[in-house]
């Protein structure tokens, strides 16, 4: 099993859609969660970032995290065009050497105007 | 102010050849990672570097596959004869210190192509 699992998609939704985009991870030392963002040919980009169990909100996005079933999500209200990109869930430990990211495989999402 | 600097953007070689891909990070940035993106397999982290401390190792494939930081800065990830397997999108990513919200900054990653 891998250490993080993705829905491998492709997700193609309406404009104005609610995306929900999910991970889950067999880890429990993990209690960092990021999701990154990556446009065609281009590198990750930080989204949003949670630590520990609990919602975070940042303006159409909002990330949850559930420790207790090693689950988060990503949702995504009213969903433009541009939000049409690749996104990756990615986890860690903690600090120093234990910093490095545990990545899913991504989704790539494509809202239709 | 400049993002993470990649180079070369593309490069192709031919299997059994060397290549060295190059990353300035963002200036100031004391951690620097090396990840690969291959089709469908999402991003394997191969080495860390935090500040003066020996780097972490443990993500590098095979002994093909070597990095250095030199001046606490520039990095450089070789692979040594090439094989047609290491055809993959390499991106490197720094951030300011190691700590859970200081974010990770990518480049945009230097596309190798093994024939």
């Known amino acids: 099993q891998k250490e993080v699992e993705q829905d491998p998609g492709p997700l193609s939704v309406p404009e104005g859609a609610i995306v929900s985009l999910n991970c889950t991870y067999s880890?429990?030392?993990?209690?960092?969660f990021m999701w990154y963002r990556q446009y065609s040919r281009k590198g990750p980009e930080l989204l949003m970032y949670?630590?520990?169990?609990g919602n975070k909100e940042d303006g159409r996005f909002t990330a949850q995290v559930d420790k207790s079933s090693k689950y988060i999500s990503l949702f995504i209200r009213d969903s433009q065009p541009s939000d049409s990109a690749t996104y990756l869930c990615?986890?860690?430990?903690?600090?120093?050497?234990?910093?490095?990211?545990?990545f899913g495989k991504g989704i790539t999402l494509s809202v239709r105007p | 102010g400049a993002g993470v600097s990649q180079s070369p953007s593309n490069k192709v070689t031919e299997k059994g050849k060397d290549v060295e891909l190059r990353c300035d990070p963002i200036?100031?940035?004391?951690?620097l990672y090396w990840y690969r993106q291959s089709l469908g397999q999402g991003l394997e982290f191969l080495i860390y570097?935090?500040?003066?401390?020996?780097?972490?190792k443990s993500g590098l494939p095979s002994d093909r596959f070597s990095a250095e930081r030199t001046g606490g800065s520039v990095s450089t990830l070789t692979i040594q004869r090439t094989q047609q397997e290491d055809s993959a999108v390499y991106l490197c990513?720094?951030?300011?210190?190691?700590?859970?919200?200081?974010?990770?900054?990518f480049g945009n990653g230097t596309r190798l192509t093994v024939t």
């Open positions: 570097f935090q500040g003066n401390s020996a780097p972490d």
């Open positions: 949670t630590y520990s169990s």
């Open positions: 990615a986890m860690s430990a903690g600090r120093g050497a234990n910093s490095k990211l545990t």
């Open positions: 200036s100031g940035h004391t951690a």
């Open positions: 880890n429990s030392a993990f209690q960092y």
């Open positions: 990513a720094s951030r300011y210190d190691s700590s859970y919200n200081s974010p990770l900054h």
